[in-house]
Nanobody
Framework: VRLAESGGGLVQAGGSLRLSCAAS????????MGWYRQAPGKERELVAS???????NYADSVKGRFTISRDNAKNTVYLQMNSLKPEDTAVYYC??????????????WGQGTQVTVFS
């Protein structure tokens, strides 16, 4: 299984970015997809997650600014980030809990995409 991320970049504070992550491979289903981030010198933290039924969970620091969504038919998850702040600067990682065609389940990670917000 491969998770391909895109959409990171450099943006001024107050701006917006949209991250995408597409899963491919021997996928039977994906239960949860999410975005995590890791800033320099800090631990990786959950930003937002979404179940295959559409249930969402957000970190308090991004509530009201970020929106997670997914397209189950495309095995793709999105993160719309608005009103970005310098403290949102981090490497953002996509995560997916995948049930393979063999019916085993594993958590997979993307390679990460850099988001840099300058003031």
């Amino acid at each position: 299984v491969r998770l391909a991320e895109s959409g990171g970049g450099l943006v001024q504070a107050g701006g917006s970015l949209r991250l995408s992550c597409a899963a491919s491979g021997s996928i039977f289903s994906i239960s949860v997809m999410g975005w995590y981030r890791q800033a320099p010198g800090k631990e990786r933290e959950l930003v937002a997650s979404i179940t295959n039924g559409g249930g969402t969970n957000y970190a308090d620091s991004v509530k009201g600014r970020f929106t997670i969504s997914r397209d189950n038919a495309k095995n793709t998850v999105y993160l719309q980030m608005n009103s970005l702040k310098p403290e949102d600067t981090a490497v953002y990682y996509c995560n997916a809990v995948v049930t393979l065609t063999t019916r085993s389940s594993t958590s997979y990670w993307g390679q990460g995409t850099q988001v840099t917000v300058f003031s």
